[in-house]
């Protein structure tokens, strides 16, 4: 499937949008897919951060953190996926609930976007809080105050917006008024400490969660999260689940199981040592 448009969103942060139609056409907030660059190429799921039925493209916000993100951030317009699969996963639901508060950090503003863009054209007053750790690792800040009511940004090091992190501008929001629901994605420890908030006022919580996936089919059980007691997989039963039934220590730890040999394959990636590079492309 071929890419039509890319640009540059932060440091090691882009964007693609692909010819998909037939995608497009059954998209829905929440919906991810599974590429793969070439034959030789591992799966990698994707949030659909947005689509276009009308022209037949996804968009797909990629941040390179190993060697396939790297190969795939490489591509340009006019070049193809070898496949595309999707689209996958359970849709958001989209109803008319109240004021809804939206929390981003860093990358987590690409599957935040599509949700709280359906919510506030359903009626939901939208309140989204964006957070990242610098001003430049900020995505999406203008697509994002154009579908929410209030728009609140932090960065770590206060170069813009609010000094600090995200979960003190939320507490002040649900001290301030009444929230109905709370949806929070990005890091793993920032949904944890957003569902701790939210558990003590008692704000019912939505995260979406990434955890280690190969098929996107319920089939290989790598994305077996603990929710409420019970075991989920994150491409099949999610990637949406109640935040404050999630088991966030067990994710963490499963998502360490391959940081070393991702971190070895990124290294050997980087400076040639991949052997045949023409096999690798």
Not at 206 to 224: F, I, Q
């Amino acid at each position: 499937m071929e890419i039509v448009a890319k640009d540059c969103l932060a440091p090691r942060i882009v964007r693609l949008v692909v010819k998909a139609p037939r995608i497009a056409a059954k998209a829905q907030p929440g919906h991810f897919v599974v590429v793969r660059l070439n034959d030789r190429a591992e799966r990698i799921p994707l949030t659909i951060a947005d689509f276009d039925r009308a022209a037949g493209t996804i968009t797909l916000i990629i941040q390179e953190v190993g060697k396939s993100t790297a190969m795939i951030n490489a591509m340009e317009p006019g070049q193809s996926f070898a496949d595309v699969l999707g689209p996958l996963g359970t849709p958001y639901p989209i109803e008319k609930v109240g004021t809804v508060v939206g929390v981003a950090g860093g990358l987590g503003a690409a599957p935040l976007y599509p949700k709280v863009k359906a919510l506030y054209e359903a009626g939901n007053r939208v309140i989204v809080i964006l957070g990242a750790q610098r001003r430049e690792l900020l995505i999406l800040m203008e697509e994002l105050r154009a579908v929410s009511h209030e728009l609140i940004v932090a960065t770590d090091d206060g170069s813009y917006g609010e000094h600090g992190l995200v979960t003190v501008p939320l507490r002040r929001v649900l001290e301030r008024e009444k929230v109905d629901e709370v949806i929070a994605i990005g890091p793993v420890p920032m949904m944890d400490a957003c569902c701790r908030i939210t558990r003590e006022l008692n704000v019912k919580t939505v995260v979406s969660l990434n955890a280690v996936m190969v098929d996107g089919t319920g089939m290989c059980g790598g994305c077996r999260v603990t929710v409420g007691g019970q075991s989920k997989f994150c491409c099949v039963d999610g990637p949406a689940f109640d935040g404050l039934q999630v088991d966030f220590a067990e994710l963490r730890q499963r998502q360490r199981y391959y940081n070393a040999q991702e971190r070895e394959a990124y290294q050997a990636h980087q400076h040639g040592m991949e052997g045949c590079r023409c096999r690798a492309k």
